[in-house]
């Protein structure tokens, strides 16, 4: 095995075993609603229903710099008008008052490719591991539930991100956002969306999560 190789998967077992050891769990409120099925939040005003849950602690556990965590979220409208939400409207803030703003799918595209020197494109199925063989051994022995970034298409970032696009009256939109954050450091973590287009006066939907390690 390539020097290079051990030590992109020795930094791989420690950042898994990291985030396996963590579990980000929804805490419900008074108005932010716990469905215990897919450990989700959702919270109703006026008519239109936010659901949000993670996706994933960690997006690119290989990667030492610019840790990515998703967030899916359904934006559930059973009113009469179309709503608006724009991706400046996400903001993660964790227990230490770090503030983290949602990043948009070109954003996370760029910071992705910065390792593209550990993948190989493969035709008609996305990136793997230069290492084929002993990624597959290290990922039997993990016996990991976090999937690796790379197994993604590279389209899905796209494909997979919340549209950018109205809801209309008696519609559904859901998919994921995306933030620059490690909240592995943390023991709290709250998810906000403010009303509008951008991060401005009070959040409108609030979506608190503790971080147990």
């Not at 791989?12 to 215990?36: D, E, H, R, Y």
């Amino acid at each position: 095995m390539r020097p290079g190789t051990r030590l992109l998967l020795l930094l791989a077992a420690v950042l898994l075993l990291s985030a396996c050891s963590t579990k980000v769990v929804p805490q419900p409120t008074a108005t932010a609603l716990l469905n215990p099925a897919d450990s989700s939040l959702t919270e109703s005003l006026d008519g239109v229903a936010v659901t949000v849950r993670l996706d994933q602690l960690s997006v690119q556990p290989y990667q030492l710099d610019d840790n990515l965590t998703s967030f899916h979220v359904t934006i559930d409208n059973q009113t009469e008008k179309q709503v608006d939400f724009s991706i400046d409207a996400f903001m993660l803030k964790d227990g230490e008052g770090r503030q983290y703003p949602a990043i948009t799918p070109e954003r996370v595209r760029e910071i992705v490719s910065k390792d593209t020197v550990y993948l190989i494109p493969y035709p008609y199925v996305g990136y793997y591991y230069l290492q084929d063989q002993e990624r597959s051994a290290f990922q039997q022995t993990m016996a990991s539930s976090l999937p690796f970034y790379a197994e993604y298409h590279p389209q899905d970032i796209f494909t997979r991100a919340l549209p950018a696009l109205p809801v209309l009256p008696h519609s559904k939109s859901s998919g994921v956002v995306y933030f620059i954050a490690d909240l592995t450091r943390t023991g709290h973590a709250e998810l906000l969306l403010y009303p509008g287009s951008r991060v401005q006066g009070e959040p409108r939907y609030r979506f608190p999560f503790s971080i147990e390690k």
